[in-house]
T-cell receptor, first 115, second 110 residues
């Protein structure tokens, strides 16, 4: 089945530790995104990548890092510099054909809790 | 700046019709999306509008007026499973940047 997978579904970390969230897609989509969702708020863009080995900061990139070494994978690292990391993290992908808007499809999400 | 507004919560009765409004102010416009999100789950795509007018897809329809910066999602013949949050999102012209609204939590009552 084609789709986007995120792991783990629930993640706990101690304050001061870095943690990496996985996102994999087999849809052959060019563009991938990371969003953060807090209760009662809309999705906020952390990072996005339109092609391999290239990525752009979103609105709230501070305290996060990403890599895009393969088309299928876009891992997100939440560093100790992120002051309020507890949130629901969503990964998405879309085909970027350069000609207009492409629908984003979302993974199931990872709920990160900092203890 | 970028801003999208939606009502925070709405309540409707099973079998009824409900309209969820969305107003937006963005630096550019390259399409408006509606997503459904059940609690603790990923958003799922419902509809996409880039031209003015109504797009119908089964029980769901979405309308767009670009001159007014306004869209609505119309849900007909409401079912209990329609209880969810509905997210309005705009793709502005800046690369693949999508701006999301805060979402409208819809409760469908028997």
């Amino acid at each position: 089945d084609g789709g986007i997978t995120q792991s783990p579904k629930y993640l706990f970390r101690k304050e001061g530790q870095n943690v990496t969230l996985s996102c994999e897609q087999n849809l052959n989509h060019d563009a991938m995104y990371w969003y953060r969702q807090d209760p009662g708020q809309g999705l906020r863009l952390i990072y996005y990548s339109q092609i391999v080995n290239d990525f752009q900061k979103g609105d709230i990139a501070e305290g996060y890092s990403v890599s895009r070494e393969k088309k299928e994978s876009f891992p997100l690292t939440v560093t100790s510099a992120q002051k309020n990391p507890t949130a629901f993290y969503l990964c998405a992908s879309s085909i970027d054909d350069g000609g207009g808007t492409d629908t984003q499809y979302f993974g199931p999400g990872t709920r990160l809790t900092v203890l | 700046g970028q801003n999208i507004d939606q009502p925070t919560e709405m309540t409707a009765t099973e079998g009824a019709i409900v309209q969820i409004n969305c107003t937006y102010q963005t630096s550019g416009f390259n399409g408006l999306f509606w997503y459904q999100q059940h609690a603790g789950e990923a958003p799922t795509f419902l509809s996409y509008n880039v031209l003015d007018g109504l797009e119908e897809k089964g029980r769901f329809s979405s309308f767009l007026s670009r001159s007014k910066g306004y869209s609505y999602l119309l849900l007909k013949e409401l079912q209990m499973k329609d209880s969810a949050s509905y997210l309005c999102a705009v793709n502005d012209n800046y690369g693949q940047n999508f701006v999301f609204g805060p979402g409208t939590r819809l409760s469908v009552l028997p």
